[in-house]
């Protein structure tokens, strides 16, 4: 078991420094905290309700363990933090990484940025140290790899190699079908049996330049 967070939104309320010293800024600001919050929620009294802001949980003792990537640059930073102290206080074993200098959503710039990069490695750790088996392709596979950390090739999972200058890699059943199907549904887990895909839990997704890479 494990949390592995980056960056998650932990109260309605704009209480803590971050909240305010970026409220109008990097990329995220306060009102469009405000307006993602109010969409989720039909009553404001729900904002209160620990299933929607986990720090008023009363107990949470005996949680997973977390991993908390946090950006410095980021009005949620301090928010996020409060959640990693709460588990602390309560003897959950905690793992914090603070990238600084960036921005909300730095993680999916990693065609961009080094500390996108380093998240990446750090988060590919961690859940290699949990027992996740990892699977990719390409650059991403070769950055795993020099870690010293054993990653799987897609091209092994699909028995199909990948061509078309990279734009035929996941496009298969052996993945689709992994994260599409319903666990709990007796006919997706009987086609699943059947054909033999194994469940994907986790999607890491990076943005990339993609009118330069299709040229």
């Known amino acids: 078991r494990l949390q592995l967070l980056f960056y998650p939104g932990m109260q309605a ?19 469009q905290i405000q307006w993602m919050f109010h969409t989720f929620v039909e009553d404001a009294a729900q904002f209160a309700d620990w299933r ?23 009005p949620i930073a301090d928010d996020s933090l409060l959640w990693a102290d709460k588990l602390r206080h309560a003897g959950v074993p905690v793992e914090l990484e603070v990238y600084h200098g960036v921005i909300h959503e730095f993680i999916k710039m990693g065609h961009a940025i080094p500390e996108a990069r380093q998240a990446h490695q750090d988060a590919a750790r961690a859940l290699h140290d949990l027992g996740v088996e990892l699977v990719s392709t390409g650059g991403t596979k070769a950055a795993i790899e020099k ?5 799987k090739d897609v091209a092994d999972l699909t028995g199909f190699p990948e061509m078309m200058d990279g734009r035929v890699k996941t496009l298969h059943p052996i993945v689709h079908g992994g994260l599409l199907g319903v666990r709990n549904a007796p006919a997706h887990a009987e086609a699943m049996a059947t054909h033999g895909i194994g469940a994907i839990d986790i999607v890491w997704i990076d943005l990339y330049p993609f009118e330069k890479t299709v040229e």
Do not use: M
């Open 147 to 151: 870690l010293g950390l054993p990653v």
């Open 52 to 74: 929607f802001a986990p720090i008023h949980a009363e107990h949470v003792d005996g949680v997973a363990p977390l991993w908390l990537g946090l950006a410095e640059c980021d």
């Open 13 to 31: 309320e704009a209480l803590t420094p971050s909240r305010k010293l970026y409220a109008e800024g990097f990329l995220l600001t306060e009102p």
